[in-house]
């Protein structure tokens, strides 16, 4: 199985930045989709950005594109999202996630991802 960690949250002023990583501890993480996700105070958890296992494709929700970039290492079994501009609305619980298996590309596939972390806080305070 697939263990996942979340690391570099914190308290941001908004304009700011914060890098998150995602460690994994199996190498089957480099052959998967992977994502980040977040989920605010009363809301429903939300997709953020997710990348293919070569890292040729990306996929953004449109509140974030722009601003954040996902990307991957996968000789290091590393995930990373690099957030600017960040804005108030984005504080939440920020969840790295892997697909379950080596599945077809699909936009936004959200249903096959079977493998979370335990979140890390993000909040941006104006």
């Known amino acids: 199985q697939v263990q996942l960690v979340e690391s570099g949250g914190g308290l941001v002023q908004a304009g700011g930045s914060l890098r998150l990583s995602c460690a994994a501890s199996e190498r089957a993480f480099s052959s998967y989709t992977c994502g980040w996700f977040r989920q605010a105070p009363g809301k429903e958890r939300e997709f953020v950005a997710e990348i293919t296992w070569s890292g040729s494709t990306t996929h953004y929700v449109d509140s974030v594109k722009g601003r954040f970039t996902i990307s991957r290492d996968n000789a290091r079994n590393t995930m990373y999202l690099q957030m600017n501009s960040l804005k108030p609305e984005d504080t939440a619980v920020y969840y790295c996630?892997?697909?379950?298996?080596?599945?077809?590309?699909?936009?936004?596939?959200?249903?096959?991802?079977?493998?979370w972390g335990q979140g890390t806080q993000v909040t941006v305070s104006s």
């Open positions: 996630a892997a697909q379950g298996g080596r599945y077809p590309y699909v936009p936004t596939m959200t249903k096959l991802y079977a493998y």
